[in-house]
């Protein structure tokens, strides 16, 4: 049996306006394994993207843990969830959040910055991963010169390159062609036979199809395959 | 965490929005431009007035009454002009004994024409060696060699007097040889001639024989323009001013201390309004470079709050917010100084000239100290202004910046 990278335990969220409470996750637990893929499926507003954002600690959950090697990662002080987001719990918004001054292989490299290691391979790993995703011509241009579909595969070709153990993303075939679709799809597969777990939430049935495991959401997992 | 990839960043950052950037470099190279002038002027001033208060060298002055105002013309703006005391009356002053005085010294003024006859118009001060306290020790200090240089008709000139390259000026149709130049005092002294009193004496018929009267039938052996008192320890100048008034009047007693320090408070209102300009625009600056890197730091909200989110720390966030601030401070402030320098060095001598009081420009290492003083305030305007935002904007949450996107 294979290894648990990620345990979710009872995890609650819920948002407040001024003039209601929106519950939005309602103690979720589930646990997900090392290599294996999945997929969060839903209604739009059924918390996919607060549950992953909550997996990838960029906000904390009103109630409940998230344990990666054993450590809840709510309970990390900043500088150490900063190390784990750069390299095992790495997240892909559904938003085609770039830097618009740097081109596209330095939007993909430019978590480096942040980290004291010394990338020696980092030319030769960028040129790889863009070739996976069929971004090689387009390693000089800057965002502004990219189409939708581009600068999604640019944000994942950043989380790729990070090489995490735990790969979230949101909505990653959003505004893709069927090709772009097909790229991205077949690159996820792949990860997940190369130890990586991969969460995607996700619209995209194609996608869905091709993960080990689809969850349903609905405020609670409602099912699981 | 990699320096120069940050510097990478925050210089495409800036160029990535040219105007703005421009715009606060320019806004930064203002205020270090103000700031090295004002504080230039200031250290200006107060050399000036510490040289005069050096080179006054006596306590106090005896003219001519109603000499006051001449007086503070030759000695604070070089204003060439000349006066005499009554020969009677330096009689009375030098038979009478005064409590309190150690030692005097009689000064002879004289005015050199702006006409043909005189190379240039100065004011001439002729001293007696044998008892002079005043300039002899200040040649003797601005000379690297010993000797004595006001024999044989020889003077000793100003720092701000041109000196010819045969060292020979020509005053009233006659010739003379400069054998040394004083260092800068700010002061009117620096347009003025040293000469003893044989000198004098030889500029004096030179004068007459261009038709110039200058004694109106005073013996030029007995003219005296000016006594210069020195008082004996355990006395002050105001002590011996009642003295000299209660032995003998018709003089205009001038206390040094206060002749500078009439000038120390016409110069305290300017300087503390200088301040308050330099404030000011410290301020000004500081509100706009705030209210700047404010917008820019939340503009870019959710570019940093992506960065967070691949891996960068709160304050890394800080630190590349300030090191943006500290790029457009530095080439600002650098920008700054440089168009200081251009505006104060080449025109010293017409700024100098300009200057009716005594203003004595910085040497080598105050100027290096100004330009570091003066560094200052812009070198941290762009990192205090911008701080604030960036804890702030550090601290945000990160889920919902992305989403502001």
């Known amino acids: 049996m294979a290894e648990i990278v990620l345990k979710i335990k009872e995890i609650s969220k819920s948002y407040r306006s001024r003039s209601r409470t929106v519950e939005v996750l309602d103690r979720i637990s589930f646990c997900a394994e090392e290599g294996r893929s999945y997929a969060i499926a839903g209604e739009s507003g059924s918390g996919k993207s607060t549950l992953l954002s909550i997996l990838a600690g960029l906000q904390k959950p009103d109630g409940g843990s998230v344990l990666y090697k054993e450590k809840d990662i709510h309970s990390l002080k900043d500088a150490e969830l900063a190390v784990l987001r750069r390299h095992d719990i790495v997240y892909v918004s559904q938003f085609q959040d770039v830097i618009p001054e740097l081109n596209l292989a330095e939007n993909v490299r430019i978590a480096d910055c942040f980290d004291d290691r010394v990338a020696e391979d980092a030319q030769e790993r960028t040129e790889r991963i863009l070739a996976r995703l069929g971004l090689s011509d387009l390693k000089e241009e800057l965002p502004e010169n990219l189409s939708g579909g581009e600068i999604r595969r640019l944000t994942i070709a950043r989380a790729l390159y990070a090489s995490p153990k735990i790969l979230l993303l949101d909505e990653p075939t959003n505004d893709l062609d069927r090709v772009n679709r097909r790229i991205v799809t077949d690159t996820l597969r792949e990860l997940s036979g190369q130890g990586i777990t991969v969460l995607a939430a996700t619209h995209d049935a194609e996608l869905a199809s091709a993960a080990d495991e689809i969850i349903y959401m609905d405020r609670s997992l409602s099912e699981s395959r | ?405």
């Open chain 2, 1 to 405: 965490m990699k320096t120069a990839a940050f510097l990478k960043l925050t210089k495409k950052q800036l160029s990535g929005k040219p105007v703005r950037s421009v715009g606060l470099i320019t806004l930064v190279g203002i205020m270090s431009t103000v700031f090295f002038i004002g504080i230039f002027i200031i250290i200006s001033l107060s050399n000036g007035l510490r040289c005069l208060k050096e080179r006054m060298g006596a306590d106090l002055m005896l003219v001519p009454l109603g000499e006051e105002v001449n007086t503070e013309g030759i000695l604070l703006k070089g204003e060439p002009g000349f006066f005499y005391l009554d020969p009677k009356l330096t009689d009375r002053f030098y038979n009478c004994p005064v409590e309190g005085i150690e030692k005097t010294e009689n000064q002879f003024f004289l005015a050199s024409a702006s006409q043909g006859c005189c190379d240039m118009a100065v004011q001439f001060i002729g001293i007696d060696e044998a008892t002079d306290f005043t300039v002899t020790p200040w040649i003797r200090e601005s000379m690297s060699e010993e000797g004595d240089y006001l024999s044989d008709l020889g003077i000793v000139v100003g720092s701000a007097i041109d000196v010819p390259q045969d060292h020979v000026l020509k005053f009233y149709g006659r010739h003379y040889r400069v054998t040394g130049q004083l260092e800068e005092t700010g002061t009117g002294m620096d347009q003025t001639v040293f000469a003893d009193m044989d000198t004098i004496k030889d500029l004096k018929a030179g004068a007459e024989e261009q038709g110039f009267q200058f004694l109106n039938g005073i013996d030029p052996e007995t003219a005296v323009s000016a006594i210069l008192i020195k008082v004996k320890d355990g006395y002050t100048p105001e002590q011996v001013k009642r003295n000299i008034r209660t032995a003998m009047d018709g003089f205009q007693i001038i206390e040094a201390k206060k002749l500078t320090g009439s000038v120390e408070d016409n110069l305290r209102g300017f300087v503390v309004m200088l301040y308050l300009l330099l404030a000011a625009i410290f301020v000004l600056s500081y509100v706009i470079l705030a209210i700047t890197f404010k917008l820019s730091v939340y503009e870019r909200a959710s570019q940093y709050a992506l960065l967070r989110g691949i891996g960068a720390t709160g304050s890394q966030i800080v630190f590349l917010i300030l090191q943006k601030a500290a790029v457009v401070s530095g080439i600002g402030t650098c920008a700054g100084l440089a168009l200081a320098a251009v505006l104060v060095f080449p025109f010293r001598t017409a700024i100098s000239s300009a200057v009716s009081i005594p203003f004595l420009f910085p040497d080598a290492l105050q100027t290096a100290g100004i330009f570091g003083i003066a560094a200052v305030p812009g070198l941290l305007s762009g990192p205090l202004s911008a701080v604030l935002s960036a804890i702030r904007i550090s601290k945000a949450p990160i889920y919902q910046s992305q989403r502001s996107l």
